[in-house]
T-cell receptor, first 109, second 115 residues
């Protein structure tokens, strides 16, 4: 089993709808969970971090963590064309971060 | 400028040549990291450093050398470049890394082509 797994996509979502991105991880000892957004040709940009079970909201973004199921998700409400990017899920392992390969999100105008 | 910078942004070199990629951060973060990103592989950790003069291998260290004599700089050297090292290289830094709260912040990347 890969350490951090994401569906590669592309995930196509109509503008204004909710985009739901999912990630599973294998290390039960992980404590920190991150979502990064990466536009084509650019560097990853941290958009959300979550450390406790439950939901964490920041503007149009909500991160959800379920440690029992080893599952973390990102919801993007009112999706905009500018949200079209690759979203990387990342999970800590000891003093390092392990990244998933990313999900490509395409917002349809 | 504040933040994390990388140089050069683009580099073309030939097989067998030595290449050094520079990374500089102004946050005084303790930890610094080097990743490479390739299609189909995502981000893979090459080396990281917990502090000046402390470095450790990541997932794909072969063919690379790092040093960290100053907290703010973390150069990555390809001793004898190979075509398989053609990639986009990202440097990142974080305040702490042990356990939780190790949010990493990335530089703009260096696109390296080895002919």
């Amino acid at each position: 089993q890969k350490e951090v797994e994401q569906n590669s996509g592309p995930l196509s979502v109509p503008e204004g709808a909710i985009a739901s991105l999912n990630c599973t991880y294998s290390d039960r000892g992980s404590q920190s969970f991150f979502w990064y957004r990466q536009y084509s040709g650019k560097s990853p940009e941290l958009i959300m971090s979550i450390y406790s079970n439950g939901d964490k909201e920041d503007g149009r973004f909500t991160a959800q963590l379920n440690k029992a199921s080893q599952y973390v998700s990102l919801l993007i409400r009112d999706s905009q064309p500018s949200d079209s990017a690759t979203y990387l899920c990342a999970v800590n392992r000891d003093d390092k971060i392990i990244f998933g390969k990313g999900t490509r999100l395409h917002i349809l105008p | 400028d504040a933040g994390i910078t990388q140089s050069p942004r683009y580099k073309i070199t030939e097989t067998g040549r030595q290449v050094t990629l520079m990374c500089h951060q102004t946050w005084s973060h303790s930890y610094m990291f080097w990743y490479r990103q390739d299609l189909g592989h995502g981000l893979r950790l090459i080396y990281y450093s917990a502090a000046a003069d402390i470095t450790d291998k990541g997932e794909v260290p072969d063919g690379y050398v790092v040093s960290r004599s100053k907290t703010e700089n973390f150069p990555l050297t390809l001793e004898s470049a190979t075509r398989s090292q053609t990639s986009v290289y990202f440097c990142a830094s974080s305040e702490i890394a042990a356990g939780a709260y190790n949010e990493q912040f990335f530089g703009p990347g260096t696109r390296l082509t080895v002919l």
